[in-house]
C-alpha cells in the first residue's frame, strides 16, 4: 500500500493511480487500485463509497480483482519473459536482493548504472535506487558488474 | 488470500488517514518509496493500493 498526499504526490502518481482518480470523485481520501507496475488502473475508490458501505467496497473489489490481471501491461509477454529472465541477457539470474529497511525481494537483474538497477521481476522492469538497497546487496551488484 | 488480507488491511488504515493522523504503519509505502512499493507487488503478484488524502485534514 502506497500513501500519496493529494497535495503534494498528484503529479508523481503512476499512470494507472491518476486514471483512477478520475474515477474517484472530487473527496478525499479516496483509494486507487491499479496493476502490481502502476500501468494501469483496475479501480477507483471514492469517499462516497467508502463512507456508504466499506464492507461492499471490499466485498466487490475483491471479487474483481479475481477477474483481472493484477500484474501489468507486459504480463502478457511474462512467458517470455520469464525466459529471459535466464537467458545471457541478465547481469543475474532471479536471487534474493535487500533494502536497507531489510526487506528482501527476489529479482534478475538486467542493469546496473550510478544510480539505480533495473531489476527483472515476473517479466517486468522495475528501476530501483541504488541508495535503497542494502549494503551487502550494493557489494554484491558491483561484484556483479565487474565479472 | 493474499489479495484480501492486503485490501483489508488497506481498508483497515483508512480511519487513520481521514482524521489526518500521520501514524503511518511501516509496512505503508510513501511515494519517495514508489519503486519499491512496485517490486514488492510485483514480487507477490498483487495489485498496487494507493490511499490518497490530504494528511493535514482533520
Request: no cysteine; proline share 4%.
Amino acid at each position: 500500500m502506497v500513501f500519496a498526499n493529494s497535495k503534494t504526490d498528484y503529479q508523481d502518481l503512476p499512470a494507472g493511480a491518476k486514471a483512477a482518480q478520475k474515477q474517484s470523485g472530487n473527496t478525499i481520501p479516496m483509494v486507487f487500485v491499479t496493476t502490481a507496475d502502476g500501468s494501469e488502473s483496475i479501480r477507483g475508490i471514492s469517499y462516497d463509497k467508502l463512507k456508504n458501505d466499506i464492507r461492499d467496497v471490499d466485498r466487490e473489489l475483491r471479487k474483481h480483482l479475481e477477474t483481472v490481471d493484477v500484474i501489468g501491461s507486459s504480463s502478457g509477454e511474462t512467458e517470455v519473459a520469464d525466459a529471459a529472465e535466464t537467458s545471457d541477457a541478465m547481469l543475474s539470474e532471479a536471487r534474493a536482493w535487500t533494502n536497507s529497511d531489510g526487506k528482501t525481494i527476489t529479482a534478475a537483474v538486467k542493469a546496473v548504472n550510478d544510480t539505480s538497477v533495473t531489476f527483472v521481476i515476473n517479466g517486468n522492469e522495475v528501476p530501483y535506487p541504488l541508495a535503497n538497497l542494502s549494503a551487502d546487496s550494493r557489494m554484491a551488484l558491483k561484484e556483479l558488474v565487474n565479472q | 488470500m493474499k489479495k484480501s488480507l492486503l485490501l483489508l488491511g488497506v481498508l483497515a488504515s483508512l480511519p487513520l488517514v481521514a482524521k489526518g493522523d500521520m501514524r503511518i504503519p511501516s509496512s505503508v509505502y510513501t511515494m519517495e518509496e514508489i519503486e519499491e512499493a512496485k517490486a514488492e507487488a510485483l514480487e507477490e503478484e498483487e495489485p498496487l493500493i494507493f490511499v490518497y488524502t490530504d494528511p493535514g485534514t482533520s
